[in-house]
């Protein structure tokens, strides 16, 4: 559908497209094909001089150079995307931004730095009145790793069900997947099996 919608919009409205083109690509494990259309997209939104959807763009590249384990890109971009984001006022796509580079501090294996921006991000989202189920379950995942168990179980099961009762099945079958992980470590055979065959069966609906 993004593909006929390309073929179709004007001029203006192509970039557009293509950086939700790149995301969905990303979101499908895609990379390459990702990395080709968010390098695409990138000199015509620069060209066209819209910070905005600069910034988006150098957002989602940034996720997606995290996904690649390359950590010092991933960081040059998310705070390239933070900086233009600030500019333009926008606070949620700010904060969103902060959550991603607490992510990437995850990945790195800095558990202080990584809570402390998932901490900035929830004030930030807070203040915009919103929640922020992936938020909970990044934590739950950093929580994980540093073997904090029921910390961390307890950070998934709020943003399960927060997803659940959003009708986000995209992250939901991931943090499903986190759950049985947790509930695995913790022993808890039961809710570990009942969480991993739900989220295989979103993940097989999904083609991933």
């Known amino acids: 559908e993004l593909d006929r919608a390309a073929a179709r919009a004007p001029r203006a409205l192509r970039a557009q497209v293509l950086v939700q083109r790149a995301l969905v690509e990303i979101r499908m494990g895609r990379f390459e094909d990702a990395l080709t259309y968010s390098r695409r997209v990138?000199?015509?939104?620069?060209?066209?001089?819209?910070?905005?959807?600069?910034?988006?763009?150098?957002?989602?590249?940034?996720?997606?150079?995290?996904?690649?384990?390359e950590l010092g890109l991933a960081e040059a971009d998310l705070n390239k995307a933070l900086g233009l984001y600030r500019v333009l006022h926008s606070e949620i796509a700010a904060a969103q931004v902060l959550h991603n580079l607490g992510y990437v501090s995850a990945l790195k294996g800095d558990v202080p730095?990584?809570?402390?921006r998932y901490d900035q991000a929830a004030r930030q989202f807070a203040g915009q009145?919103?929640?922020?189920p992936?938020?909970?379950?990044?934590?739950?995942?950093?929580l994980l790793s540093a073997r904090l168990l029921p910390?961390?179980?307890?950070q998934i099961e709020l943003g399960v069900a927060a997803l659940e009762a959003s009708g986000n099945s995209l992250d939901l079958a991931e943090a499903r997947l986190l759950l049985s992980q947790i509930a695995l470590a913790q022993k808890d055979l039961v809710v570990s099996g009942q969480a991993a065959r739900a989220a295989r069966r979103q993940f097989v609906r999904q083609g991933r």
């Open 151 to 154: 910390e961390a179980r307890q």
């Open 134 to 142: 992936a938020l909970s379950i990044d934590r739950a995942e950093l």
């Open 42 to 69: 990138l000199r015509l939104v620069r060209r066209a001089g819209d910070r905005l959807n600069e910034a988006r763009v150098l957002s989602n590249r940034g996720i997606l150079h995290a996904y690649r384990n």
């Open 113 to 116: 730095t990584a809570l402390r």
């Open 129 to 132: 009145g919103l929640d922020a």
